[in-house]
């Protein structure tokens, strides 16, 4: 019978050690926790018996429900493990921050209820479950997941990168916008009109029962009026797109061929690239480059050119590329 008592009082004392460890964590609205409350205690009288420690198989169950009831609550007895992050800034142009006044910079972790301003900065971050997401001046969002954001208000660009496993969503008070294997940008004043234009892939618009979709060059235009969502056409390259440009992952050149980069200048500038000669493409697809190079893609199109035998000549969304 002593021996039943000590194996209780050990079992007590490790109860009580394991809820030690169990850190505070803010308490769920009132209105959950009183139905917890209540769920706890029914099913603490049915394992135990109106709450009588009959034996200790009854203690231990009891135990687990009170255990279950604190992990839930309390988020786990890992409480202080740190949130996954969801986005690290890639590029910083002047100063740009979270809702809490932290100031980011590159490598700065992101969770989801993250918060981030740009004010007069602009800012490139590197999703964690794949693609670009960037952010222009005066602009607002709100990680509400780690495939989706607020837009508050202001301007941001996603790209896919062709390597994400499902879509991405931006949600504002004038629609949502699903990309399909995107590149788009989408503009929203924060109140009355929300502009969503496609450089590749398609996206999707919905809105208050309406809905629209546009392709490459296109762009769709929703308002508070009572008026369908519009679509018009738009150019996929040109100053409208200059901020995101400016703010392209960076591409390491060295031990990579002309076409790799060009590919990649393709695909940042919205341009295509052609070949005004089959001696053009095949000395592209041969030549190696050395060295680095971290430029905007036009000032860089040209630092890159200048170590080939190779000329380039811009014709509206063209890039036309000879031998010297």
Avoid: C, H
């Amino acid at each position: 019978m002593n021996n039943q008592r000590d194996s209780d009082t050990d079992a007590e004392r490790q109860l009580a050690d394991l809820f030690a460890k169990a850190n505070p964590r803010p308490l769920p609205p009132s209105a959950d926790a009183e139905e917890i409350r209540r769920a706890v205690y029914a099913e603490w009288d049915a394992v135990t018996g109106r709450r009588v420690w009959l034996n200790r198989g009854g203690f231990a169950a009891a135990a687990s429900v009170l255990l279950a009831a604190a992990l839930w609550v309390g988020g786990g007895l890992n409480s202080g493990a740190p949130a996954p992050a969801v986005a690290r800034v890639e590029r910083v142009q002047g100063a740009a921050g979270t809702a809490g006044s932290v100031q980011l910079a590159v490598g700065s972790a992101l969770v989801t209820g993250s918060t981030v301003s740009t004010g007069a900065g602009q800012l490139a971050l590197r999703l964690a479950s794949g693609g670009s997401l960037r952010l222009g001046v005066e602009s607002e969002i709100v990680f509400t997941s780690a495939d989706a954001v607020e837009l508050v208000a202001g301007v941001l660009y996603f790209d896919s990168e062709g390597g994400r496993g499902g879509e991405f969503n931006v949600t504002t008070e004038l629609g949502v916008v699903r990309d399909v294997g995107t590149q788009f940008v989408a503009r929203f004043d924060g109140e009355s009109r929300l502009d969503v234009g496609v450089r590749d892939g398609r996206v999707v618009l919905t809105n208050d029962g309406d809905s629209g979709s546009a392709g490459v060059g296109e762009r769709l235009v929703a308002t508070q009026s009572s008026s369908p969502i519009r679509r018009d056409a738009m150019a996929t390259f040109g100053s409208e797109w200059d901020w995101v440009e400016k703010l392209a992952p960076p591409f390491a050149i060295d031990g990579r061929t002309v076409s790799d980069f060009l590919e990649w200048f393709a695909n940042q500038t919205g341009r295509s690239i052609e070949f005004g000669s089959p001696a053009a493409e095949s000395m592209a697809r041969q030549n190696t480059l050395n060295g680095s190079i971290d430029l905007e893609p036009l000032q860089k199109l040209s630092a890159v050119m200048a170590l080939t035998d190779l000329t380039y000549s811009l014709e509206g969304a063209r890039v036309v590329i000879n031998t010297r």
